[in-house]
């Protein structure tokens, strides 16, 4: 017995799940879709615990999906905040070398974004960083014009308007506890009641490995939790910081290293690290949950990548427990910051995918079984691409037609 019957189910309402409700309902104006999420409001995961940073796709190897999909992205995510009316700022970015060792990294970074197809890069001398950041400080600075700022609850919030507005329904506070594959049809049990549906897609962040399980499909890669920590500059000293002041990230690491980032609300922040966390959701150090903990654990990956990772995890976790240690870190870009000007701030959780080999899963990963679509791996720049992803995949998932 089900209450309804939906031509697509998706489950998460994170940018990614939102996205692609919407791209679906804008196409398929006739299929009835139905989009779950466990919280009672959205964006109550990653994509409300982010830097809110609309990325150029510089960073990404060219020809993948990243790299793809944030490029136009971006001009995408600039142009739906333009045309909804959501604070965005395309204030661009410096990415700033403060070693002799990172400068031929930077130049590489520099001939990857020109691959990318960004336009407008230009690597510059202390000088001329310090015109454009006046408190910066490095040996040589890449100046990313396309990089800006949003904030992407407010997006989640506009996408669920709008689906709301094309005919969809968004549930909150039904979190899926099951999901059953008959011949004709798939029924997902949640605790607001089952939902027959003809195809399905998982969006589910931090659980989408587990939901892909209770599909019956074996996912290739487990998530990992990593906490990103943030501090705030007090108000009196935001001036420090015009726009976003980034390091030369560490290629062998999926993440970015502590940066500085002027919200759209002009609030400044410092962080995020990458730390790993012994909870899904566990956004403060003392989280623990035994399951998500114990099955890290017990994954062969996971020493893997203990063993691969573990003199940056050690530095990771010092900076997490020290903040002198973050702040060194810190003025390294900003040698006025000092440690009295940093205050605690939020944090977040990002959905990692490993591999069973202890690799970090780098692109983007969507893992289609018969009906059902799973969305494995979408780290740093999603939120970004989320428009581009859901275009991108919509396009090629067979299974979508009225
Ligand atoms: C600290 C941090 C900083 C970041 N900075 C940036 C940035 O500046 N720019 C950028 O582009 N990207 C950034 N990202 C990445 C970006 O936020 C994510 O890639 C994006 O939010 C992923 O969206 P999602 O919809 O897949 O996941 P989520 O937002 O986590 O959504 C998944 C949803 O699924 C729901 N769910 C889970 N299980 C169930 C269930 N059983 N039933 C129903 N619902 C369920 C969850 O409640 C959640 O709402 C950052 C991420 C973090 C954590």
């Given at each position: ?52 940073v609309i990325h150029s796709g510089i ?15 971006a ?14 700022s395309v204030c661009g970015k410096v990415i ?22 960004l ?24 100046v990313v014009p396309s990089a800006g700022t ?93 726009a976003l002041?980034y ?14 980032t ?122 970004t ?18």
């Amino acid at each position: 017995m089900t209450d309804s019957r939906y031509n697509v189910i998706i489950i998460g309402g994170g940018v990614v799940g939102l996205a692609f409700a919407l791209e679906i309902t804008r196409r398929f104006p006739r299929l009835r879709l139905l989009l779950l999420e466990k919280e009672d409001g959205v964006a109550r995961h990653q994509s409300g615990h982010n830097s809110g940073v609309i990325h150029s796709g510089i960073y990404y190897k060219p020809g993948s999906l990243k790299a793809r999909l944030c490029v136009s992205g971006a001009a995408a995510m600039v142009e739906f905040c333009r045309e909804h009316g959501i604070p965005h700022s395309v204030c661009g970015k410096v990415i700033v070398a403060t070693h002799p060792e990172e400068l031929p990294r930077l130049e590489d970074l520099s001939r990857r974004g020109e691959a990318n197809g960004l336009v407008g890069l230009r690597l510059v001398g202390p000088e001329e960083l310090r015109e454009i950041e006046p408190h910066a400080s490095g040996l040589q600075a890449l100046v990313v014009p396309s990089a800006g700022t949003t904030d992407y609850a407010l997006v989640c919030e506009k996408y669920a308007e709008l689906i709301a507005a094309h005919g969809g329904t968004v549930l909150t506070s039904a979190a899926v506890t099951g999901i059953r594959r008959d011949p004709n049809e798939i029924i997902v049990e949640t605790a607001r009641g089952a939902f027959s549906t003809a195809s399905l897609i998982n969006c589910a962040g931090l659980f989408s490995d587990r939901i892909s399980r209770m599909a019956g499909d074996k996912p290739s890669a487990m998530i990992v939790p990593f906490r990103g920590e943030y501090y705030d500059l007090i108000p009196e000293r935001a001036s420090l910081v015009r726009a976003l002041i980034y390091p030369v990230p560490d290629p062998r690491f999926p993440f970015l290293g502590v940066h500085f980032t002027r919200r759209i609300t002009g609030k400044v922040d410092a962080g995020p690290n990458a730390v790993l966390a012994f909870a899904r959701e566990g956004y403060r150090l003392t989280d623990v949950n035994l399951r998500d903990f114990t099955a890290a654990l017990v994954f062969p990956g996971f020493w893997r990548m203990a063993f691969r990772h573990w003199r940056n995890a050690c530095a990771e976790w010092y900076r997490s427990l020290s903040k002198p240690a973050f702040v060194r870190a810190l003025q390294r870009m900003l040698p006025e910051v000092r440690e009295s000007d940093l205050i605690p701030g939020g944090s977040g959780v990002r959905a990692q995918a490993l591999k069973p080999d202890g690799a970090l899963v780098d692109d983007f990963q969507f893992v289609p079984s018969g009906k059902v679509l799973h969305v494995l791996n979408v780290p740093s720049p999603a939120a970004t691409a989320s428009l581009t992803i859901a275009k991108a995949i919509v396009d090629t998932a067979a299974f979508l037609s009225e």
